[in-house]
């Protein structure tokens, strides 16, 4: 789905943080952690190639990237939990793989 887009990386680091969480890793991959959860956060999707393991994934993409990703996962349907973070210059939006309501800020 494309490079590495740090601008993304670093809001997505700073949304988590101001959401509570311990942000800990470096790159596009990062964990973010608040009291039991352990979201495990990425803002690249490579093609064919979807996280393994873990209860709890969030995938941080910019609009026109969204409806694709969400197809995708949809399409592999993984054994955990995953959202979409949608990042609109200042604004985001989660959308979350159902049953979970959707969240805006």
């Not at 490079?3 to 809001?11: F, I, K």
């Not at 604004?91 to 309501?101: C, H, I, L, M, S």
Request: with cysteine; aromatic share 8%.
């Amino acid at each position: 789905m494309g490079p590495v887009n740090t601008r993304l990386v670093e809001q997505a680091r700073s949304i988590f943080a101001e959401l509570g969480y311990t942000v800990e890793g470096d790159g596009p991959e990062f964990r973010a952690e608040r009291e039991w959860k352990v979201v495990h956060v990425r803002t690249v999707l490579e093609e064919g190639r979807l996280p393994e393991g873990g209860d709890f994934h969030c995938f941080v993409a910019e609009p026109e990237s969204a409806d694709d990703l969400e197809a995708e996962l949809r399409r592999v349907d993984p054994d955990y939990e995953w959202a979409i973070m949608v990042v609109d210059g200042e604004e985001y939006e989660v959308e979350r793989a159902p049953p979970g309501p959707t969240v805006s800020a």
